[in-house]
């Protein structure tokens, strides 16, 4: 049996097919981590975390045999990928298999911000329309310029998405890309040009902050910012500051910057639609990525190989 660290929970399926392979070690079980990392960690060949949690140095460090972690999530920003591919160590994601999924859930968040749903929602049960009559009218969100801030696999499946609602289409990344979209290498520009930017970057230090106050205010007025990325990419503070002053008109936010908390003045604004980052959040793409997840951990111990490495550890395959 190989030992495999268990940082977060596992779906009744992944441990079924886990469990005749591997002797989990369940760190939310662990009354002293550290202590137990002390006694263990060198018996520790494999790792399976989350995109939340990640895993830490420290416990990285203390596991000497270490080969493989394998992330339940596409984003890997809690993981040190590059000390790991240093010292040998695999890390795997779960691309493409939640791509349809996010882009179902900044759409949700586009819609419901345009639609003012939450507004109406609201209206219908506390009885006012029967009292009061019903509502202002909302906005439409077909016809409008939207900027995709980082045009990777989900990117892609938004932009995908979106096709019945007849949009133009921008885009930023780093480099550009063979698409029938509009590339900005200046993310400002974008901004000013679009009524709604959609971010879905990978977080970490590359995008700390992307989205700053510049260009925040360029989107503007009657601009829309969804978040579907990471907290860490968008400045928090900058955005609530926005929102309040009407600098910027409404944003839809599936991830925080130190989520699970959310700034009583965020949760307080009637312009935000807020979701506890549930952007792959279904029981069918979560089974999909546990199935994958598990995979990876499977297929290493029986062949060597794995299924769907992080970049930065291509040479390590
Ligand atoms: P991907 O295929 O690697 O695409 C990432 C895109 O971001 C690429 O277009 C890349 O541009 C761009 N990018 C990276 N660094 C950038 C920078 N500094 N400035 C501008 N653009 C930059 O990744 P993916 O599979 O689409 O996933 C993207 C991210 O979505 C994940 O890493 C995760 O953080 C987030 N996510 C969130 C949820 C949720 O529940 N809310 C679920 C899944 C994923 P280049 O191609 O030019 O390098
Ligand atoms: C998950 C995500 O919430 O894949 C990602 O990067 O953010 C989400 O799909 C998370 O990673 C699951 O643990």
Redesign the pocket.
């Known amino acids: 049996m190989k030992h495999l660290f268990i940082v977060g929970g596992i779906t009744g399926s992944m441990q079924e097919q886990l469990n005749g392979t591997f002797r989990s070690h369940f760190l939310k079980e662990m009354s002293d981590p550290a202590a137990w990392l002390a006694d263990n960690g060198d018996s520790i060949e494999y790792v399976l975390t989350n995109g939340h949690d990640g895993l830490r140095p420290e416990y990285m460090a203390a596991m000497s045999n270490l080969k493989l972690i394998s992330n339940y999530?596409?984003?890997y920003?809690a993981i040190d990928a590059e000390l790991a591919a240093q010292r040998g160590i695999l890390v795997t994601h779960t691309?493409n298999v939640?791509n349809a999924e996010?882009a179902t859930?900044a759409l949700l968040l586009m819609l419901a911000c345009y639609r003012e749903l939450l507004a109406n929602d609201a209206h219908v049960r506390s009885g006012k329309w029967e009292t009061e009559g019903g509502t202002p009218l909302s906005h439409s969100a077909d016809n409008r310029t939207i900027g995709i801030?980082?045009?990777?696999?989900?990117?892609q499946a938004i932009a995908d998405k979106l096709a019945p609602f007849n949009p133009r289409i921008l885009y930023?990344?780093?480099?550009a890309k063979d698409v029938p979209y509009e590339y900005f290498a200046d993310l400002t520009a974008m901004a000013a040009e679009a009524d709604v930017l959609i971010c879905?970057?990978?977080?970490g230090a590359?995008?700390h902050h992307?989205i700053n106050q510049e260009v925040i205010e360029a989107l503007g007025p009657q601009g829309l910012l969804i978040n579907?990325?990471?907290g860490s990419v968008v400045d928090e503070a900058a955005m609530i500051d926005a929102l309040e002053s009407g600098k910027l008109g409404g944003a839809g936010l599936?991830?925080f910057e130190h989520e699970p908390r959310v700034p009583e003045r965020l949760r307080a604004l009637p312009n935000v639609v807020l979701t506890p980052?549930i952007?792959?959040g279904t029981v069918e793409t979560r089974a999909a990525m546990g199935q994958l997840t598990v995979d990876n951990l499977l297929q290493h111990v029986a062949e060597g190989s794995v299924i769907s490495p992080v970049p930065e550890c291509a040479d390590l395959i």
């Open positions: 999530g596409v984003g920003d691309p939640l996010v859930t801030v980082g045009l990777g696999r989900i990117g930023h990344s780093r480099s879905i970057t990978p977080g590359g995008t992307l579907v990325a990471r599936d991830v980052h952007g792959s």
